[in-house]
């Protein structure tokens, strides 16, 4: 991994040097954009208003406009910007973990010691631990000031960047308004079809189909050429209508009803088992 920011956290008159790096990584196969008539490269290009000519990345600033002037700021007028400079990771308080909204959470990176001795870093973690106490921090990164959580997973101090509170939507929806019964027989059921599927999550046991099958699509036609039937790969596929809207009640009932079926089903496979397992193998003739 690679280093994207370095700097230090500061908490009291601690100071922790540190590097951080993206935690996260996409794992979407990259496409491009192609004329379908003869396959060529779509590009976009960026032309300026006023001349007509193409601008290279390199000559772009960046410009605010309230409607009757526009105000250009250049990279010079942002990298002077006091936040922007800062190298820090400004501990602000410590909350409680189950404090933090996960509504708020939106990227992840990983702290890693920067000095020869990881002793102030190992002291933060540890007294993080201990509490279970999340540090909420600020710090200047990739030109915006970001609020962000502080926390120990698996040894590691990880930095979460936090959405500011004005940045959350607030949910109103009408169709809640109403009151809505729920029957004594329709909370069994749910609580019953709950108490079935309980587990603790594992991601790992979790994948991205779509990027799989996309995956397969790509190397089918790589393969086998590009005037490839997708059926040939993905076998037909019944096209979906949406689902039908049924009672709760049911519902819930034929899921408990599946539920079952599909234990008596296995249960009767045990016997069977059991009595292949049993029987004396053929002896081969001499």
């Known amino acids: 991994m690679r280093a994207i920011w370095k700097g230090s956290i500061t ?17 979407d196969l990259e496409l491009h954009q ?78 890693e010691p920067d000095s020869k001795s990881p002793k102030a870093y190992v002291l933060l973690r540890r007294v993080l631990a201990e509490t279970e106490r999340t540090a909420i921090v600020k710090l200047s990164l990739r030109q915006r000031t970001r609020l962000a959580s502080m926390r120990v997973q698996d040894d590691v101090l990880v930095v979460q960047t936090l959405r500011w509170a004005d ?42 189909e779509y990027q799989q099958q996309l995956r397969t699509l790509v190397e089918a036609k790589l393969e086998q050429g590009d005037a490839l039937d997708t059926a040939a790969t993905f076998g037909e596929q019944e096209e979906d209508e949406g689902g039908e809207v049924i009672d709760l009640l049911e519902a819930l009932q034929a899921s408990v009803a599946k539920k079952k079926a599909d234990a008596a089903g296995s249960a009767k496979k045990q016997p069977a088992k059991r009595a292949a397992a049993k029987k004396p193998a053929k002896k081969k003739p001499a």
């Open 34 to 111: 192609v004329h379908d008539a003869d396959g060529g490269r779509i590009r976009y290009q960026r032309h300026c208003e006023v001349c007509g000519k193409k601008v290279e990345y390199a000559h772009i600033d960046k410009a605010f406009d309230d409607g009757e002037q526009t105000v250009v700021l250049t990279a010079e007028d942002l990298a002077a910007l006091p936040a922007e400079r800062s190298r820090e990771i400004e501990v602000l308080e410590f909350v409680p973990n189950e404090q933090i909204d996960p509504m708020l959470l939106d990227r992840s990176y990983f702290l």
């Open 11 to 27: 908490f009291g008159l601690v100071n922790v040097p540190v590097k951080l790096y993206s935690a996260t990584e996409e794992h």
């Open 167 to 208: 940045e959350l939507r607030q949910a109103d929806f009408d169709s809640l308004d109403t009151d809505v019964r729920i029957g004594t027989r329709e909370m069994e059921l749910a609580r019953s079809i709950v108490a079935d599927l309980e587990a603790d999550f594992e991601p790992e046991q979790y994948v991205d």
